[in-house]
Antibody, heavy 121, light 111 residues
Framework: EVQLSESGGGSVQTGGSLRLSCAAS????????MSWVRQAPGKGLEWVSA????????YYADSVKGRFTISRDNSKNRLYLQMNSLRAEDTAVYYC??????????????WGKGTTVTVSS | QSALTQPASMSGSPGQSITISCTGT?????????VSWYQHHPGKAPKLMIY???KRPSGVSNRFSGSKSGNTASLTISGLQAEDEADYYC???????????FGGGTKLTVL
């Protein structure tokens, strides 16, 4: 069974940094593109970032471009999201999600349960 | 990166059918057959229900179906059941600049 488990969430002050991690099991991790998606309190889902299976291609939503960095360690079956210059509007539950192909097929077939990030002053 | 437009809420009685719309533009929904739909029960992981406009993943009930016409995609749920009560989101590829976009979400209530 494919499982994704996020960690690293917590409370941080405005302007601070946080690194989220997502551990994958049950798959050959390097074979799949991965994404981060978030949901702010009372809001809908928002796509944040995506990375190809090799890690060679990365993409970001305009709202996080220049502040967040997605990366992966295929030897450890882990996906990361480095979040810098955090703002109150980054407060959300962050989900990692697996794409159903090596690079990007633009849909996510397996999701983690999420980790909560709270940014406050 | 403007969100795709979905009705904020919909409701139906058990056994009925409902159709949730997802309206985009010629730059996203209208240009690519890359619309997917997700069911989200609060506090749980979202679940893929439909991908590539109308394909259903293994294990998803055939009561769920998807379609697209022009710039609008649709998710139809037939034979509504209590467990279908959830939030539903559409998602689409939106080209090389905007990349990817979710709909605003539809809260489905089963009366």
């Amino acid at each position: 069974e494919v499982q994704l488990s996020e960690s690293g969430g917590g409370s941080v002050q405005t302007g601070g940094s946080l690194r989220l991690s997502c551990a994958a099991s049950g798959i050959t991790f390097s074979n799949y593109g991965m994404s981060w998606v978030r949901q702010a309190p009372g809001k809908g889902l928002e796509w944040v970032s995506a990375i190809s299976g090799s890690g060679g291609s990365t993409y970001y939503a305009d709202s996080v471009k220049g502040r967040f960095t997605i990366s992966r360690d295929n030897s450890k079956n882990r996906l990361y999201l480095q979040m810098n210059s955090l703002r109150a509007e980054d407060t959300a539950v962050y989900y990692c999600a697996k794409e159903d192909c090596y690079d990007f097929c633009y849909y996510m077939d397996v999701w983690g349960k999420g980790t909560t990030v709270t940014v406050s002053s | 990166q403007s969100a795709l437009t979905q009705p904020a809420s919909m409701s139906g009685s058990p056994g009925q059918s409902i159709t949730i719309s997802c309206t985009g533009t010629s730059s996203d929904v209208g240009s690519y057959n890359l619309v997917s739909w997700y069911q989200h029960h609060p506090g749980k992981a979202p679940k893929l229900m439909i991908y590539a406009v109308s394909k259903r993943p293994s294990g998803v009930s055939n009561r769920f179906s998807g379609s697209k016409s022009g710039n609008t995609a649709s998710l139809t749920i037939s034979g509504l059941q209590a467990e279908d009560e959830a939030d539903y989101y559409c998602f689409s590829y939106a080209g090389s600049s905007t990349l990817r976009v979710f709909g605003g979400g539809t809260k489905l209530t089963v009366l």
